[in-house]
């Protein structure tokens, strides 16, 4: 069990450039979550997946914000046209369904993002 | 008003000092509930996950749900200095494995 990883840990960017994201979570977890957060703000959750199945996306990811998981492992989280209050810690869960032995929720260390 | 509130922090004991933290939430319809540990830097960490109302101990951690008052405790006895970090909440709906919402976190600071 490698945990979840997720790369890069630390990206600058210029206000307007795309960055991406990338998740891989423990093995035998199905389930895959992107949470968001802040300097002195708890994780908020953006989206979440089923395998490849994106199941349910949160208002606060806005249509600049793309992410994908095309065979049920890897993920990527792809963020257009950047601006400064994107600057944040993007954060990468999994876990497996009821049942299984990941049935609670591991994240990965995070990848900051910083747009200047 | 938030769906996950959490006392303000930071918070400052010294070594071997009994800590209560807490939280509150709005929603009724939570049923998980957990703890999570986060190091400067690092991603949360599960401590401790209780279902419904009652309590759980884990060691030195004592985490308490109860639903009538939906408040949420954890409590930890003989603090050490590597508990240093910031405590966060976080609520469910169907279960510790599903979409989680989380307190702001507070932060706590055991000094030797």
């Known amino acids: 069990d490698t945990g979840v990883s997720q790369n890069p840990r630390h990206k600058i960017t210029k206000r307007g450039q795309n960055v991406t994201f990338r998740c891989d979570p423990i093995s035998e977890h199905n389930r895959l979550y992107w949470y968001r957060q802040t300097l002195g703000q708890g994780p908020e959750f953006l989206t979440y997946f089923q395998n490849e199945a994106q199941l349910e996306k949160s208002r606060l990811l806005s249509d600049r914000f793309s992410a994908e998981r095309p065979k049920g492992s890897f993920s990527t989280l792809e963020i257009q046209r950047t601006e400064q209050g994107d600057s944040a810690m993007y954060l990468c869960a999994s876990s497996g369904t009821a049942g299984s032995s990941g049935n609670t929720i591991y994240f990965g260390e995070g990848s900051w993002l910083t747009v200047v | 008003q938030k769906e996950v509130e959490q006392d303000p922090g930071p918070l400052s004991v010294p070594e071997g000092a009994i800590v209560s933290l807490n939280c509150t939430y709005s929603?009724?319809?939570?049923?998980?509930f957990m703890w999570y540990r986060q190091y400067s830097r690092k991603g949360p960490e599960l401590l401790m996950y209780t279902y419904s109302s009652g309590n759980k101990e884990d060691g030195r951690f004592t985490a308490q749900v109860d639903k009538s008052s939906k408040y949420i405790s954890l409590f930890i006895r003989d603090s050490q200095p590597s508990d240093s970090a910031t405590y966060l909440c976080a609520t469910s709906y169907t279960g510790a494995n599903s979409k989680l919402t989380f307190g702001k976190g507070i932060t706590l600071s055991v000094r030797p």
């Open positions: 929603n009724s319809a939570f049923q998980y």
